[in-house]
C-alpha cells in the first residue's frame, strides 16, 4: 500500500497537534470501531510531564510506508485545553496509525517497549500481552521441534532452571504430565522446595527463574509453567510482590512478566519491573 503523504507532513502535523494537546485519552478498540466519543476510556491524563513522556515514545519512529491489517486494540486521543479533538491514532504491535484514513502510514515506533510501559503507569491493562512476543524473542524461548521436555531428561531440567529439590519428582514426568499434576503433588513438591529452602523470597526467586526459562507457548502454558504458577500460588502472594522491584536476572523478569500476562490486572507488576524490563529489551 502506497503513502498518501510525504513522512514530513506527519511528522509537521504530530509536532503541531501535540504542541497543542492538553489532554491525552486511551480509547477502547481501534479502527473501524464507534466513534471515539463513544469509546470507553480506559485511562487519561492532562499531566504535562507525563503528556511529554508520551508524545516522547508515541511520535518517534520511522513510517512503515505501508498500514498494519488488523484494526488495533486501542486508540490514543488527543484533545487541546477546550476540550476538542485535535486527532488520534490506533495502536498496534510496534506501531501507531495516526490518522489513518488521512496519512494511511503507521509510524513504526523507535522505542513501543517504553511507551507501553508508559501506558501500564496510566493503569491501562493488557501490555504484558502485547508486548509478550518481544520478551519471548529477546531470550530464545521460541519452542522448536519439541514441546514438553521428556521424562528422564536430567539435562532438560536444569536448561529450565528446575530447582535441584524437585528433580526426584519432575525426573519421572515429562513436561506436560508435570502440567497436569494434581493437588497434593503440589503440595508435596511444595514441601520439598520449604525443606530445601526457608526463605519465601529465594523460594519465589527460584521459581520465577523457572517460570521464565520455559519455551514457548506448549511448556510455557500447559506444562511445566502450570506447575511453576501453581507452586507460586502456595506462597504468601506479598512475598512474590515485594521480589518483583529487586528482580535483575533475565530469567526471573521473564518469570514475573509472565505471572502478569496470566493476571487480570498486569499493572502493578509491571510498575515494578517496568525499568529493569526497559533495560533488559532496550
Not at 152 to 157: E, H, R
Not at 180 to 200: C, G, H, T, V
Request: proline share 4%; charged share 25%; hydrophobic share 45%.
Amino acid at each position: 500500500m502506497r503513502l498518501s503523504k510525504d513522512p514530513e507532513v506527519v511528522r509537521s502535523w504530530l509536532g503541531e497537534v501535540w504542541s497543542r494537546a492538553r489532554r491525552l485519552a486511551v480509547l477502547r478498540g481501534g479502527e473501524g470501531e464507534a466513534p471515539l466519543s463513544e469509546r470507553e476510556i480506559l485511562a487519561e491524563t492532562d499531566d504535562r510531564e507525563v503528556l511529554d513522556q508520551l508524545r516522547r515514545w508515541a511520535t518517534a519512529g520511522d513510517f512503515a510506508g505501508d498500514m498494519c491489517r488488523c484494526p488495533g486494540d486501542m486508540t490514543l486521543a488527543l484533545y487541546d485545553a477546550e476540550g476538542e479533538l485535535l486527532g488520534s491514532g490506533s495502536v498496534h504491535s510496534g506501531r501507531i496509525s495516526w490518522e489513518r484514513d488521512r496519512f494511511r502510514d503507521d509510524l513504526i515506533l523507535s522505542d513501543a517497549v517504553s511507551l507501553q510501559l508508559s501506558l501500564a503507569g496510566m493503569g491501562v491493562i493488557g501490555s504484558s500481552k502485547r508486548l509478550l512476543g518481544q520478551m519471548i524473542s529477546a531470550l530464545s524461548l521460541d519452542e522448536g521441534e519439541i514441546q514438553f521436555r521428556p521424562a528422564g531428561d536430567i539435562d532438560a531440567l536444569v536448561a529450565h532452571r528446575v530447582p535441584r529439590a524437585l528433580f526426584v519428582e519432575l525426573i519421572r514426568m515429562s513436561g506436560d504430565e508435570a502440567g497436569n499434576a494434581d493437588r497434593a503433588s503440589i503440595r508435596r513438591m511444595f514441601s520439598l522446595l520449604r525443606q530445601a529452602e526457608n526463605d519465601s523470597t529465594k523460594i519465589a526467586r527460584s521459581l520465577l527463574a523457572w517460570l521464565g526459562s520455559l519455551t514457548w507457548p506448549a511448556e510455557a502454558v500447559a506444562g511445566e509453567g502450570q506447575l511453576v504458577r501453581n507452586l507460586l500460588a502456595e506462597l504468601d502472594p506479598q512475598v512474590v510482590v515485594n521480589v518483583l522491584p529487586r528482580l535483575d536476572d533475565p530469567q526471573e523478569l521473564m518469570g514475573a512478566f509472565v505471572l502478569a500476562a496470566f493476571a487480570t490486572d498486569d499493572t502493578s507488576t509491571l510498575k515494578a519491573i517496568g525499568p529493569a524490563l526497559n533495560s533488559l529489551l532496550s
